[in-house]
């Protein structure tokens, strides 16, 4: 089955430490993946896409993913945490099979503390 | 940089009502998608357009209905409302063939209250 798993429904970290947001898929086919970030009452934001180009992604403030199709993943990380990362983080995939639909992972609750 | 635009931001209606949710792509745009979330889950696709046809069905009810028009505006028309319906109702864009590796923008969502 096509799926995307975010491992951890919730991450506490210190501000300045690094971020790690695990994400995992499943897909008979070359998928495309992405994450989001959903900050409070707000809409959705892309942080950076995978499409079968270089396997380590980088996107906006900071973030970078790498793309491992050994172990189907596709992990968020960050170096150093900011207050104003906390928000949910979604993985999300098109994973093929057919139409262009965006399969959801559940969501990881990041929480910086100072 | 345009963004896409939702209306209304807040809809409050009672059961059994109907409600009309717009989205206006990002200029050039093509393709339409509308995803569902509810309180506490991840979205979940409903519909798609490209080109002014539907180009792909999520988990829509037989309730709900929507379509593109020649602007590439979208409306999603929900009747016969239900409590579980209530959900942040989001549009997103994207420009290209309509396939799995376009990236998708979304709006700032429709909160819909049903009653």
């Known amino acids: 089955a096509q799926s995307v798993t975010q491992l951890d429904s919730h991450v506490s970290v210190s501000e300045g430490t690094p971020v790690l947001l695990r994400c995992n898929y499943s897909?008979?086919?070359?998928?495309?993946l992405f994450w989001y970030v959903q900050h409070p009452n707000k809409g959705l934001q892309l942080l950076l896409k995978?499409?079968?180009?270089?396997?380590l992604v980088k996107g906006i403030n900071g973030f970078e993913a790498e793309f491992k199709k050994s172990e189907t993943s596709f992990h968020l990380t960050k170096p150093s945490a900011h207050m104003s990362d906390a928000a949910e983080y979604f993985c999300v995939g098109g994973l093929g099979g057919g139409g262009n639909k965006l399969t959801f992972g559940t969501g990881t609750q990041l929480k910086v503390e100072l | 940089a345009a963004g896409v635009i939702q209306s209304p931001r807040h809809l409050i209606k009672e059961k059994r009502e109907t409600a009309t949710l717009k989205c206006y792509p990002i200029?050039?745009?093509?393709?339409v998608y509308w995803y569902q979330q509810g309180p506490g889950q991840d979205p979940q696709f409903l519909i798609s357009f490209y080109e002014k046809m539907q180009s792909d069905k999520g988990s829509i009810p037989d309730r709900f209905s929507a379509q593109q028009f020649s602007d590439y505006h979208s409306e999603l028309n929900m009747s016969s409302l239900e409590l579980g319906d209530s959900a942040l109702y989001f549009c997103?864009?994207?420009?290209?063939?309509?396939?799995?590796?376009?990236?998708?923008?979304f709006g700032p969502g429709t909160r819909l209250t049903v009653l």
């Open positions: 200029p050039r745009h093509d393709t």
């Open positions: 897909s008979s086919y070359s998928p495309s």
């Open positions: 997103a864009s994207s420009i290209g063939t309509g396939g799995r590796t376009d990236t998708q923008y």
């Open positions: 995978y499409t079968s180009a270089a396997t």
